[in-house]
Nanobody, 127 residues
Framework: VQLQASGGGLEQAGGSLRLSCAVS????????MGWFRRAPGKERDFVAA????????YYADSVKGRFTISRDNAKNTVYLQMNSLKPEDTAVYYC?????????????????????WGQGTQVTVSS
């Protein structure tokens, strides 16, 4: 199983980045997907999640209205569109996969619910 995250980089505050996570080795359409991030010196935090079909999406309060998670089951890829970036969005961003058709928000917001993790991609937002 491989989750390959990409799209990170250095961006100015107010700018946008789009992260991608290409997944192989699993039946992608059977998996819920999540994005998490770890800022320097902090715990890994939930950012966004999407259920297997894309019908349900969930966001951390800190990114709601600025970030959008989506998926393309034909391409085995999940995306995180990040707009209006802030310096506090600086972190390593990780994608994760959970083998479930369950779509409950509380469940999908927990990092320990996920089966597989990508290697992370660095996002740095300058002020």
């Amino acid at each position: 199983v491989q989750l390959q995250a990409s799209g990170g980089g250095l961006e100015q505050a107010g700018g946008s980045l789009r992260l991608s996570c290409a997944v192989s080795g699993i039946t992608f359409s059977s998996y819920a997907m999540g994005w998490f991030r770890r800022a320097p010196g902090k715990e890994r935090d939930f950012v966004a999640a999407i259920n297997w079909s894309g019908a349900y999406t969930y966001y951390a309060d800190s990114v709601k209205g600025r970030f959008t998670i989506s998926r393309d089951n034909a391409k085995n890829t999940v995306y995180l569109q990040m707009n209006s970036l802030k310096p506090e969005d600086t972190a390593v961003y990780y994608c994760a996969a959970k083998d479930t058709y369950y779509s409950g928000s509380t469940y999908l917001m927990r990092s320990n619910a996920y089966d597989y993790w990508g290697q992370g991609t660095q996002v740095t937002v300058s002020s």
